[in-house]
C-alpha cells in the first residue's frame, strides 16, 4: 500500500477508457450537433437523465466537471453555451474531453489534479459544479463538499451522483451479501489485494451522513434527489436503488 491509492485508481481507469469502459467513451458528433438544438441529456448515475430543471440557464455560465473526464458532459454543456472546466486524474478521460473540443472545435480547460487535495482554482469561480459517481474512488468525502462550497458562486448548484454502498455488500453475481460495510481496502489487507486482483481498484462505500449529509454541514441547501439501479444485473433486475442523484444549491 506504500503508493498512493488515487494514483492507483488513476492507472485503473486509464487502463479501463483504453478497454472500452462505458464511462470513458466520448460522445459523437451527432450527439453535439443535437444539443446545439437543444435536443440533449446527461447522466448523474447510471441510467436516468437529469432532470432539466435542475441547471441554471447554461448560456454563459461557468460549469466544473468534478472528476467528470471521457468527452461525455462537458460537450453538451458546450454546446448549449457553457465555459467549462473539468478536472480528472485519468489522463485518458482528460484526452478524451480535448480529442472532442478539436474535433468541435471548441474550448475547455482541463485540469489533471486529485480532487482529495484543495481544488486548484480561486474563490467563487463557477455556477455549476457537475460531479458524476465518482467519490466511490476516494475515502474521505466531506473535504471535497467544503471545496466544491468553496468554488461556486453564491446561488451556485452542486450536481452530483453518488453510490449508497449497496454494491458492495454482493459477490459478483449479485446473489449473496459476502461483505459487510463499510467497504475500506485501505484498513483490509485481504480487501486490498482482492480489490486489485479483481480489477475494481481500490473503491470506498460511504454513508448517507457522508454523502447528503456531508453536503448539508459543508452549507449546501439540498433542493432535490432521485434514486437510480446499476443499469445492469442481477440487482437492476430487481429494481434495487443502489445510486443517488442530488441538487444542492450554494
Known sequence: MSKKYTEINARFIDRWVDEGWEWGQPIRHEAYEKAKNNDWFVLLTPTKPVPKDWFCNLKNARVLGLASGGGQQMPVFTALGATCTVLDYSEKQLLSEKEVAER?????????????????????????????????????????????????????????GLDNGINFLFDDEEKMVVRKLPFNPLNDKQLYAESLIKDWGVQFSHTIEEQIGGQLRAGFVLTDIFQDTNGSGRLHDFNVPTFYGTRSVK
Open 104 to 160: 468541435e472545435n471548441y474550448e475547455i480547460d482541463c485540469v489533471k489534479a486529485d480532487m482529495t487535495k484543495p481544488l486548484p482554482f480561486d474563490d467563487e469561480s463557477f455556477d455549476l459544479i457537475f460531479h458524476p459517481v465518482s467519490n466511490c474512488y476516494i475515502e474521505e468525502v466531506f473535504p471535497v463538499w467544503q471545496e466544491c462550497y468553496r468554488v461556486l458562486k453564491k446561488g451556485g448548484i452542486l450536481l452530483a
